[in-house]
């Protein structure tokens, strides 16, 4: 393996990371995450020293946030790292002083290794990059012999194209998205105390998932959940019928593949498909509706249209010239009228986690999980199966299990795990 001796560095957060250490609290952590499930208990000395060793390889992670003038930026971060136990609840929010300044956190339990990060230093494409590259040296460091088939990154030399703001550098000042949004119907309801989170993982077998939205409905599998979610919230949500708010179901889209990019900070943007709910719907309808939303937007030029918009904020001199704490306070009432009040729900599909074969007999599963306001569902898949992780804030789960009973009716094979324990009433 070539090693790249670093300098000093410092950058600016990327277009999308700019907004969440303003927004970022108790109740909405904006961080998410992933975990590996091992062929064995976790030695916690090996996970430690497989993060510093992949910390010295990957320069967007060995940082912490730092204050300036007119916009926070990142600055390099050598303390140490300190790996641990997983606590009872999932994606909690953490001050990053208490965590050596560092913006990510790695559990042990058992046989899992989790990252949790938060979201202004990477998306989901990053994050497991990084994982997969933590993994891998911690099995290469307990004398396992491993081929990485140049799919672990942190094997491979470094190059400055990891570390781009690829939004910026896509940016075309002309040809920009004119943004503007209704208000978005949400589910009301008891919260869990202390910020819990209700985890329902369900798991399907790939073949038989795949064929059914494939040849009964010609539609992906991103597609089907997006649109069966969005029934089981018409067909279970309080007032949702004839609502004058429609249900805008939002879903990440990685821009790497459409633009050429090996960055490993953010680059994802948001499609979404707005269901009117002053209109009677039926399943097949919804779906069919769904697969042309994401038809029309799922293009380079839209997609190039809405980054251009979003980018384009940011270039405007006004929004440069304000000073930080103008701009804290800016992004916190935008983020309310602009993206809480806007969205339903967001639903993310990681798609299938690709493994080096060694790597993979040593993987037993993957999970990743987003957490946010109501309900969020994210999806991964490894091995043959899929996994479909639906957190929710909400004690009430009525939309859940629509979701649930839906699926039986297909013929799908679910395999259902949670989080919640008995006796958890008592304190939830």
């Known amino acids: 393996m070539i090693t ?5 560095y410092w950058h600016k957060l990327d277009n999308a990371a700019k907004i969440f250490p ?7 952590s904006n961080v998410f995450r992933l975990s590996f499930y091992l062929d064995e208990e976790i030695d916690v000395d090996f996970l430690e020293h497989a993060v510093k060793l992949s910390l010295d390889r990957f320069q967007t992670f060995a940082v912490q946030l730092k204050s300036g003038l007119f916009w926070n930026y990142f600055a390099e971060n050598k303390k140490p ?7 009872p609840q999932i994606c909690k929010y953490f001050k990053f002083a208490q965590n050596n300044d560092y913006l990510f956190k790695v559990y042990y339990l058992n046989n899992k290794v989790s990252l949790e990060t938060f979201h202004s230093i990477t998306d989901g494409t990053g994050a497991i990059i990084f994982l997969k590259t933590i993994v891998f040296k911690y099995y290469t460091l307990k004398g396992y012999t491993l081929e990485h088939e140049n799919k672990i990154l942190g094997e491979l030399p470094y190059s400055n194209r990891e570390s781009v703001d690829a939004f910026v550098r896509n940016y075309d000042s002309n040809n920009k998205k004119q943004l503007k949004e209704v208000k ?3 589910l009301k309801g008891e919260k869990f105390k202390d910020d819990w989170n209700l985890l329902i993982k369900l798991q399907v077998p790939s073949d038989q998932f795949l064929n059914m939205c494939r040849e009964k409905y010609k539609v992906s599998v991103t597609q089907y959940i997006t649109a069966l979610i969005a029934y089981a919230y018409y067909q279970e949500g309080t007032n949702a019928k004839g609502n004058k708010n429609p249900i805008k179901m939002l879903v990440p889209v990685n821009l790497r593949p459409y ?3 090996i960055t490993l900070r953010n680059f994802a943007l948001y499609i979404k498909a707005t269901y009117d709910l002053q209109h009677d719907w039926t399943f097949e309808e919804m779906l069919e509706f769904t697969k042309n939303e994401f038809f029309e937007q799922l293009t380079k030029e839209q997609l190039q249209q809405r980054l251009n918009a979003l980018v384009g904020i940011e270039k405007n001199i006004f929004v440069r010239i304000l000073p930080l704490f103008l701009k804290t306070i800016a992004f916190k009432i935008g983020y309310k009228q602009l993206a809480e009040s806007i969205s339903t729900m967001s639903l993310s599909n990681l ?3 690709d493994l080096p074969t060694d790597l993979k007999l040593r993987i037993k599963d993957v999970d990743f999980i987003t957490a946010g306001k109501d309900i969020n569902c994210s999806i991964c898949s490894v091995h043959n199966h899929i996994n479909i992780n639906l957190i929710s804030e909400l004690k009430d789960i009525s939309t859940i299990r629509y979701v649930v009973n839906h699926l039986r009716s297909e013929g799908i094979d679910l395999v259902i795990d949670t989080n919640y324990q008995e006796g958890y009433d ?3």
């Open 4 to 8: 790249i001796k670093k300098t000093t």
């Open 22 to 28: 303003a927004v970022s609290n108790h109740n909405r």
């Open 81 to 87: 790292f300190k790996v641990e136990k997983e606590p």
């Open 184 to 186: 978005a119907y949400h």
């Open 259 to 261: 633009f050429d990019e």
């Open 351 to 353: 798609g299938n986690v």
């Open 426 to 428: 008592e304190i939830l």
